[in-house]
């Protein structure tokens, strides 16, 4: 009888699973692995076909699976061979599912490993444009992506993505003319083509884009989203809501829960039912202020209404006696719903029951600051009590943001601004770059960033500034929700709700300052400036 080595053992287990026609026989290549154990315990592509099964007997299971043991044995054979390249991407796959910030940094440590490898590059730059806000450290993974394989038409739309997200349009036009001229079907570059479209105003061509995505796949989430989008900036709340629903709802259920409770629509309403509901957060604060107004409306029609609002949120929302007799927790409360729905969904919800009308922001009892013991440094709450002329100013939002680069104004852009005979209370949670630094040359600006540790502390400077001047973050829609007076900078073309006017419809008290020239800031910030002084004269 002729003994096999068992590197020739392993050459065949590595062949059958590589093979199209053997790869999913996996009862085989376990009894393969297993045979190569008996002589090699340390066999890096045995351990591979055993953790691989694990992995497969995992997903059959109906619900519970659990991929700790798998993940155990990918980690083990990376230790025993750091250049085993499938159990990294093994891995990535399975942390995609589970755990983002450990799919983040396995490919970090895979890139590191195999620093030209397409696909591990592809992951990596995706997760940085859209995920973790390296935006610019994502786009050069792209363009090595390309330089790798120039043919492939996904290289060329993810690199187009890349420069939209970091607003470098012309390079991102030509990057999809390369992809389509590779594939015309390739889809994200057809959004792509959308988007590079709508941010430069050519609404037609870019809905004609976007219909063109549908096509293709008529369930595209990125086409319905940015469909509804555009629906909605033009002014066309009623359709543009409905449009709005099929966005991406699946991410929030997984992350919160609630798919057990089923969904409401607006078939399901009955006045005066008395049911109970239960409304899920969903995307990002300033959502969350904004969109809690209509809370009231659905509570009023006759439902026992629970939110499940982000724990940040909950003091601040206990300000409002509008909310008083609605249930208000960070997390889905005990208890049979008989429907549950999102934020974010109940403008379309509430359509006819609020007339079609935009409702007024909630009305705040700012009493009941009063009563919270807040932690302010003495020196803060000193500043906010003289009788300068106090600016609440945001020029930067949250990185991660996947439009942060439309709501990011370059700080030097405001050095003029902090010359005025004012104190200026920088009210944001994010720094970029050497922004902190260079802050440091005004003696009147005063940097609140380390005290604002929940929402009511920012309410705590809203109530004392006399002017707010903030980018489209979530100061804005707390701002406007206080009642302050408030300007928004805001780009050539805004996020929906601030709509394509002079003046916009979800708070009375939020002033726009739009550029009139993409990627130009100038318009807004001279405008700025007019108001100040104006103020310091009338104050003076």
């Given at each position: 009888?002729?003994?096999?080595?068992?590197?020739?053992?392993?050459?065949?287990?590595?062949?059958?699973?590589?093979?199209?026609?053997?790869?999913?026989?996996?009862?085989?290549?376990?009894?393969?692995?297993?045979?190569?154990?008996?002589?090699?315990?340390?066999?890096?592509?045995?351990?591979?076909?055993?953790?691989?099964?694990?992995?497969?007997?995992?997903?059959?299971?109906?619900?519970?699976?659990?991929?700790?043991?798998?993940?155990?044995?990918?980690?083990?054979?990376?230790?025993?061979?750091?250049?085993?390249?499938?159990?990294?991407?093994?891995?990535?796959?399975?942390?995609?599912?589970?755990?983002?910030?450990?799919?983040?940094?396995?490919?970090?440590?895979?890139?590191?490993?195999?620093?030209?490898?397409?696909?591990?590059m592809f992951e990596l730059a995706n997760l940085?444009?859209?995920?973790?806000?390296?935006?610019?450290?994502?786009?050069?993974?792209?363009?090595?992506?390309?330089?790798?394989?120039?043919?492939?038409?996904?290289?060329?739309?993810?690199?187009?993505?890349?420069?939209?997200?970091?607003?470098?349009?012309?390079?991102?036009?030509?990057?999809?003319?390369?992809?389509?001229?590779?594939?015309?079907?390739?889809?994200?570059?057809?959004?792509?083509?959308?988007?590079?479209?709508?941010?430069?105003?050519?609404?037609?061509?870019?809905?004609?884009?976007?219909?063109?995505?549908?096509?293709?796949?008529?369930?595209?989430?990125?086409?319905?989203?940015?469909?509804?989008?555009?629906?909605?900036?033009?002014?066309?709340?009623?359709?543009?809501?409905?449009?709005?629903?099929?966005?991406?709802?699946?991410?929030?259920?997984?992350?919160?829960?609630?798919?057990?409770?089923?969904?409401?629509n607006k078939s399901h309403l009955i006045e005066?039912?008395?049911?109970?509901?239960?409304?899920?957060?969903?995307?990002?604060?300033?959502?969350?202020?904004?969109?809690?107004?209509?809370?009231?409306?659905?509570?009023?029609?006759?439902?026992?209404?629970?939110?499940?609002?982000?724990?940040?949120?909950?003091?601040?929302?206990?300000?409002?006696?509008?909310?008083?007799?609605?249930?208000?927790?960070?997390?889905?409360?005990?208890?049979?719903?008989?429907?549950?729905?999102?934020?974010?969904?109940?403008?379309?919800?509430?359509?006819?029951?609020?007339?079609?009308?935009?409702?007024?922001?909630?009305?705040?009892?700012?009493?009941?600051?009063?009563?919270?013991?807040?932690?302010?440094?003495?020196?803060?709450?000193?500043?906010?009590?003289?009788?300068?002329?106090?600016?609440?100013?945001?020029?930067?939002?949250?990185?991660?943001?996947?439009?942060?680069?439309?709501?990011?104004?370059?700080?030097?852009?405001?050095?003029?601004?902090?010359?005025?005979?004012?104190?200026?209370?920088?009210?944001?949670?994010?720094?970029?770059?050497?922004?902190?630094?260079?802050?440091?040359?005004?003696?009147?600006?005063?940097?609140?960033?380390?005290?604002?540790?929940?929402?009511?502390?920012?309410?705590?400077?809203?109530?004392?500034?006399?002017?707010?001047?903030?980018?489209?973050?979530?100061?804005?829609?707390?701002?406007?929700?206080?009642?302050?007076?408030?300007?928004?900078?805001?780009?050539?073309?805004?996020?929906?709700?601030?709509?394509?006017?002079?003046?916009?419809?979800?708070?009375?008290?939020?002033?726009?300052?739009?550029?009139?020239?993409?990627?130009?800031?100038?318009?807004?910030?001279?405008?700025?400036?007019?108001?100040?002084?104006?103020?310091?004269?009338?104050?003076?």
């Amino acid at each position: 009888m002729k003994i096999r080595s068992v590197e020739v053992l392993e050459k065949e287990l590595k062949q059958f699973l590589s093979n199209p026609e053997t790869t999913n026989n996996l009862t085989n290549a376990v009894s393969k692995a297993k045979e190569i154990l008996e002589i090699k315990k340390d066999s890096s592509f045995a351990n591979y076909a055993l953790a691989l099964n694990d992995v497969v007997n995992e997903k059959s299971k109906k619900s519970g699976a659990d991929f700790s043991k798998s993940i155990e044995n990918f980690e083990n054979i990376i230790k025993i061979d750091p250049n085993f390249l499938e159990a990294y991407l093994m891995l990535v796959k399975i942390y995609r599912k589970t755990d983002r910030e450990k799919e983040y940094n396995t490919l970090i440590k895979a890139n590191k490993q195999f620093p030209d490898h397409y696909l591990i590059m592809f992951e990596l730059a995706n997760l940085m444009c859209f995920k973790t806000g390296e935006k610019e450290q994502g786009l050069e993974l792209f363009a090595k992506c390309v330089q790798k394989l120039p043919v492939v038409d996904a290289a060329w739309a993810g690199l187009g993505s890349a420069y939209l997200i970091n607003r470098e349009f012309e390079m991102a036009l030509k990057s999809f003319e390369t992809c389509l001229a590779i594939n015309p079907e390739n889809l994200t570059s057809v959004l792509g083509m959308g988007v590079y479209n709508y941010e430069h105003g050519n609404f037609e061509k870019a809905e004609e884009y976007y219909k063109q995505a549908l096509k293709i796949n008529k369930d595209s989430f990125w086409g319905n989203f940015n469909l509804g989008l555009l629906t909605l900036l033009k002014g066309d709340y009623e359709n543009g809501l409905e449009i709005y629903e099929k966005r991406d709802k699946d991410t929030y259920l997984n992350a919160y829960g609630g798919r057990a409770v089923p969904e409401m629509n607006k078939s399901h309403l009955i006045e005066n039912s008395n049911q109970k509901i239960v409304v899920l957060r969903e995307q990002g604060f300033g959502d969350d202020v904004m969109y809690s107004r209509y809370l009231k409306p659905l509570k009023d029609f006759g439902y026992q209404v629970s939110y499940a609002c982000p724990p940040e949120l909950k003091e601040f929302f206990k300000l409002f006696p509008d909310l008083d007799d609605i249930e208000v927790t960070n997390r889905i409360p005990n208890g049979v719903f008989r429907y549950r729905t999102f934020l974010l969904s109940l403008p379309w919800l509430t359509w006819n029951i609020v007339k079609g009308k935009i409702t007024e922001p909630l009305k705040i009892d700012l009493n009941r600051l009063d009563e919270k013991k807040l932690e302010i440094p003495n020196k803060l709450k000193k500043l906010t009590k003289s009788k300068k002329l106090k600016i609440g100013l945001a020029w930067s939002g949250r990185p991660t943001h996947i439009r942060d680069k439309n709501r990011n104004i370059p700080i030097e852009m405001l050095k003029d601004i902090f010359k005025f005979d004012a104190d200026f209370f920088v009210i944001q949670k994010f720094y970029k770059g050497n922004d902190k630094e260079y802050l440091k040359q005004f003696k009147n600006v005063h940097d609140c960033s380390d005290h604002l540790k929940d929402f009511l502390h920012t309410t705590y400077y809203l109530k004392n500034l006399d002017i707010i001047f903030t980018v489209d973050t979530s100061l804005v829609h707390m701002s406007g929700t206080v009642g302050k007076e408030t300007y928004l900078f805001l780009p050539m073309v805004p996020d929906f709700r601030w709509g394509l006017k002079k003046h916009q419809d979800w708070y009375p008290s939020v002033k726009l300052l739009r550029q009139n020239a993409l990627n130009d800031w100038s318009q807004p910030i001279n405008e700025c400036k007019k108001i100040i002084e104006k103020k310091l004269s009338s104050s003076s």
